[in-house]
Nanobody, 117 residues
Framework: QVQLVESGGGLVQPGGSLRLSCAAS????????MAWYRQGFGKQRELVAS???????NYAGSVKGRLTISRDNIKNTVVLQMNSLEPEDTAVYYC???????????WGQGTQVTVSL
């Protein structure tokens, strides 16, 4: 059974930091491209950052320089380090795994991030 379990969300003040983690099980993690998406209230889900199986990264323009995605193929985890957070970053953050050949996707359940005074 495939599981992607996100953790690390919470309430933080503007300018603060959070570290989101996604633990994967039930898949051969090194064969998957990983990504973080987010969905704000009343908004469409959007790609925040992605990292290929080879470690190549890509970021949405709104988060470049503030968020960093990384992966650990031994621990089967992907991490999103979020710095200089803004109220506009408030959303539910989802972890996604996509097989690099078949493109079969798996999603986590999401973790809430709220940036507010």
């Amino acid at each position: 059974q495939v599981q992607l379990v996100e953790s690390g969300g919470g309430l933080v003040q503007p300018g603060g930091s959070l570290r989101l983690s996604c633990a994967a099980s039930g898949i051969t993690f090194s064969l998957y491209n990983m990504a973080w998406y987010r969905q704000g209230f009343g908004k469409q889900r959007e790609l925040v950052a992605s990292i290929t199986r080879n470690g190549n990264t890509n970021y949405a323009g709104s988060v470049k320089g503030r968020l960093t995605i990384s992966r650990d193929n031994i621990k089967n985890t992907v991490v999103l380090q979020m710095n200089s957070l803004e109220p506009e970053d408030t959303a539910v953050y989802y972890c996604k795994a996509t097989h690099s050949v078949t493109l079969k996707p798996y999603w986590g359940q999401g973790t809430q991030v709220t940036v507010s005074l």
